[in-house]
């Protein structure tokens, strides 16, 4: 499957973003799906994982309440829905999918997006 994130850009603080992540092929569904960010000069960090069906989805403490994952089988798309932005929310973010059980490891990850630029302004 290949990836396209986009929907990044150059908030204020407290603004929003909402990211999107297109998925190319017949079998999205059968993909756990999930976001990762990488600031400069850190790791690569878990940020949200949503299951195939959509049914559940997780969260990083630092984003917990303020950050919503979605998608959309029919559309082959899942959405990462940024609310009261951060200065340290800026960060390339990553969409990525994996057969079996979603992780908050990267490596179990076998397709990943080229990434999409989020900067929030203090």
């Known amino acids: 499957v290949q990836l396209q994130a986009s929907g990044g850009g150059l908030v204020q603080a407290g603004g929003s973003l909402r990211l999107s992540c297109a998925a190319s092929g017949r079998t999205f569904s059968r993909y756990d799906m999930g976001w990762f960010r990488q600031a400069p000069g850190k790791e690569r960090e878990f940020v949200a994982a949503i299951s195939r069906s959509g049914g559940s989805a997780y969260y990083a403490d630092s984003v917990r309440g303020r950050f919503t994952i979605s998608r959309d089988n029919a559309k082959n798309t899942v959405y990462l829905q940024m609310s009261s932005l951060k200065p340290e929310d800026t960060a390339v973010y990553y969409c990525?999918?994996?057969?079996?059980?979603?992780?908050?490891?990267?490596?179990?990850?076998?397709?990943w997006g080229q990434g999409t630029q989020v900067t929030v302004s203090s």
């Open positions: 990525a999918a994996k057969i079996g059980s979603w992780s908050y490891l990267s490596e179990p990850y076998e397709y």
